[in-house]
Antibody, heavy 117, light 110 residues
Framework: EVQLVESGGGLVQPGGSLRLSCAAS????????MSWVRQAPGKGPEWLAN????????YYADSVRGRFTISRDNAKNSMYLQMSSLRAEDTAMYYC??????????WGLGTLVTVSS | QTVVTQEPSFSVSPGGTVTLTCGLS?????????PGWYQQTPGQAPRTLIY???TRSSGVPDRFSGSILGNKAALTITGAQADDESDYYC??????????FGTGTRVTVL
């Protein structure tokens, strides 16, 4: 069964850091560009970043560029999102998904990040 | 800042047809933007319906179809069913590896 499990979310103070993980099973993560998408409460999805199969190329939304870093470890079938300088507006459910242009092949259940003092 | 616009809401009768659109703040949408469409119900992750303008994802009923209409991307639901009542989002490849989701359309079937 194909599965993506995001973890690492939680409550963090403004200005703090957090590292999210995305563990894949039932498929080979190294076959796909992988992306992070978030959704703030009551809002639509927001594409954040993606990373090429070999980790050699990555792209970021303007809202997170310079603060968030995407990475992957194909040997562990996992992907990560290092988040720093967190703001209240970063509060959201964070999802990972394999991506081929606008095809997000499947999604995990997400991990909730809350930025609050 | 790129804004991808959608109608806030639509209502459709069971069995009816509705067309949602997806526009770009600075110009026309074309196939080079690889328009995608996603369905989301409360508490669930989005589900990809259509990608690259008009390709249905596996398992998506053929009552969902994607196209370019004028200067926008479009999602048409033909023969709407009760369980099509959801939020629908589009996404576009805008430039330099960057993607933007639209503002979303809430579809009510009644």
């Amino acid at each position: 069964e194909v599965q993506l499990v995001e973890s690492g979310g939680g409550l963090v103070q403004p200005g703090g850091s957090l590292r999210l993980s995305c563990a894949a099973s039932g498929f080979t993560l190294s076959s796909y560009w992988m992306s992070w998408v978030r959704q703030a409460p009551g809002k639509g999805p927001e594409w954040l970043a993606n990373i090429r199969q070999d980790g050699g190329d990555e792209y970021y939304a303007d809202s997170v560029r310079g603060r968030f870093t995407i990475s992957r470890d194909n040997a562990k079938n996992s992907m990560y999102l290092q988040m720093s300088s967190l703001r209240a507006e970063d509060t959201a459910m964070y999802y990972c998904a394999p991506q081929s242009y606008t095809q997000f092949h499947f999604w995990g259940l997400g991990t909730l990040v809350t930025v609050s003092s | 800042q790129t804004v991808v616009t959608q109608e806030p809401s639509f209502s459709v009768s069971p069995g009816g047809t509705v067309t949602l659109t997806c526009g770009l703040s600075y110009g026309s949408v074309s196939t080079s933007h690889h328009p995608g469409w996603y369905q989301q119900t409360p508490g669930q992750a989005p589900r990809t319906l259509i990608y690259s303008t008009n390709t249905r994802s596996s398992g998506v009923p053929d009552r969902f179809s994607g196209s370019i209409l004028g200067n926008k991307a479009a999602l048409t639901i033909t023969g709407a069913q009760a369980d099509d009542e959801s939020d629908y989002y589009c996404a576009l490849y805008v430039h330099n590896g960057i993607y933007v989701f639209g503002t979303g359309t809430r579809v009510t079937v009644l």
